[in-house]
């Protein structure tokens, strides 16, 4: 069986964390539980790994990993910094955190749409063709269907 190894790490200050990671991690747990839905059937188990960070780890914080490779280096992601107001309510000082562009949109968080579209990037799923099934109606040619 193959293996996806998704680690995301955020902030945690005594068990809470900014508002943009908490949507980050609902995003990716929702993410996770419908990847392991559609990949038992190719025996591919997703693994997580949840690593928290301190306030010495500030940069690395909201970064979502694939088997160890970030997910800006797999997709066309730009990643940038912006004023975190939730960070600097956690930690009492100006906290600016990671944000994203993805598909010409900025993010505070990371999308559910990004997080799929890297899971399946790295598992190489995009390039999976899909033949109709017999009898379908489709005549199998090019472009038709």
């Known amino acids: 069986m193959k293996t996806l190894i998704i680690e995301w790490k955020h902030l945690d200050v005594a068990g809470d964390t900014c508002d943009r990671c908490y949507d980050t991690g609902e995003n990716l747990n929702q993410e996770i539980k419908r990847l392991n839905k559609v990949l038992q059937s190719k ?7 949840d690593t928290k960070l301190d306030d010495n780890h500030i940069a690395q914080s909201n970064l979502i990993l694939f088997n160890g490779v970030p997910i800006e280096e797999i997709l066309d ?14 930690l009492g000082k100006d906290i600016y955190c990671r944000a994203i562009t993805f598909e ?37 040619c090019s472009g038709c269907c």
């Open 104 to 140: 010409g949109n900025e993010y505070d968080e990371i999308p559910a749409k990004a997080i799929r579209k890297a899971a399946y990037k790295v598992l190489d799923l995009n390039k999976e063709k899909t033949t109709p099934p017999e009898n379908s109606g489709c005549c199998n």
């Open 77 to 90: 992601i730009t990643v940038s910094e912006s004023y975190c107001e939730s960070c600097t309510v956690l």
């Open 43 to 49: 025996e591919i188990n997703v693994e997580f790994i």
